[in-house]
């Protein structure tokens, strides 16, 4: 029985004499996000969830998109498997960006989490355009800027 623990703890950095760790799937998922949002060249989630995400974030304040927006998971006691949805830009081969994605979910969820990563399956559901989206952006501050302005001559005015 020691001997088969022994090996068992030798297979998983999880799984250790002194006791075992558990990772819940929300912490593959955070960790899987960020590493696939690391990549150039790709917005997590669909184009439908950027805007929803991009609208609530421009009326809280807070930055828009979260970390784990197209990003499922299934995690076991040693292996994990990623499925991510993703847009890609227009003019980079998709090829090489789900590579690249593949690559580096996989490295970060191995070296941070220590589970196997049996697979990391992409959707690219969409293209996008930086220069549209930096216009947009700008457009966006413009109005926010122009909104603020009001908001003080209104509050001179009283």
Do not use: W
């Amino acid at each position: 029985m020691s001997e088969q623990g022994s090996q068992q703890s030798s297979s998983s950095p999880l799984h250790t004499e002194r006791g075992s760790t558990s990772i819940q799937d929300s912490v593959v998922s955070k960790i899987a996000g960020i590493a696939a949002q690391e990549v150039e060249g790709i917005r997590m989630g669909s184009g439908a969830s950027q805007t929803a995400s991009n609208l609530l974030g421009s009326i809280t304040g807070s930055g828009g998109g979260s970390t784990t927006q197209g990003v499922s998971v299934e995690v076991g006691q040693e292996e994990a498997a990623i499925d991510l949805t993703l847009m890609a830009e227009y003019g980079k081969s998709i090829p090489q960006i789900a590579d690249a994605v593949r690559r580096n979910v996989a490295n970060r969820v191995e070296s941070l989490v220590g589970l196997r990563v049996t697979e990391v399956n992409i959707v690219v559901n969409n293209i996008f355009f930086p220069q549209m989206e930096e216009e947009q952006e700008r457009q966006r501050q413009q109005e926010q800027q122009r909104r603020e302005q009001e908001a003080q001559e209104q509050q001179r005015v009283q």
